[in-house]
Nanobody, 125 residues
């Protein structure tokens, strides 16, 4: 059974930074890509970014590219999302997803088989 757990959400003023973490257990962590998505009230889940199984490739959504950075530690089974220059429109519940064993970097929710419970990020104006 794969378990995914996010942490690190909170309230931050516009222009500030926040770092989210995600751990995944239950299978070999280094064999699959890990992604971040977010969902604002009344909106669909939005792609934020993804990192490859080895950590050598990343891809980001247009709205966060240049401000957010994904990294992973395959020894500690963790993936992190560093968020800088936060804007009020970054507010939402952030979800971490564990993908399938694949060289691809999935950018839709269909590419992920396991999800965490989400962590709330609120950016005040």
């Amino acid at each position: 059974q794969v378990q995914v757990v996010e942490s690190g959400g909170g309230l931050v003023p516009a222009g500030g930074s926040l770092r989210l973490s995600c751990t995944a257990t239950g299978r070999t962590f280094s064999m699959y890509p890990m992604g971040w998505f977010r969902q604002a009230p009344g909106k669909e889940r939005e792609f934020v970014g993804v990192i490859s199984d080895s950590g050598d490739r990343t891809s980001y959504g247009d709205s966060v590219r240049g401000r957010f950075t994904i990294s992973r530690d395959n020894v500690k089974n963790t993936v992190s999302l560093q968020m800088n220059s936060l804007k009020p429109e970054d507010t939402g519940v952030y979800y971490c997803g564990a993908g399938y064993t694949s060289p691809l970097l999935p950018k839709t929710t269909r590419g992920y088989g396991y999800w965490g419970q989400g962590t709330q990020v609120t950016v005040s104006s």
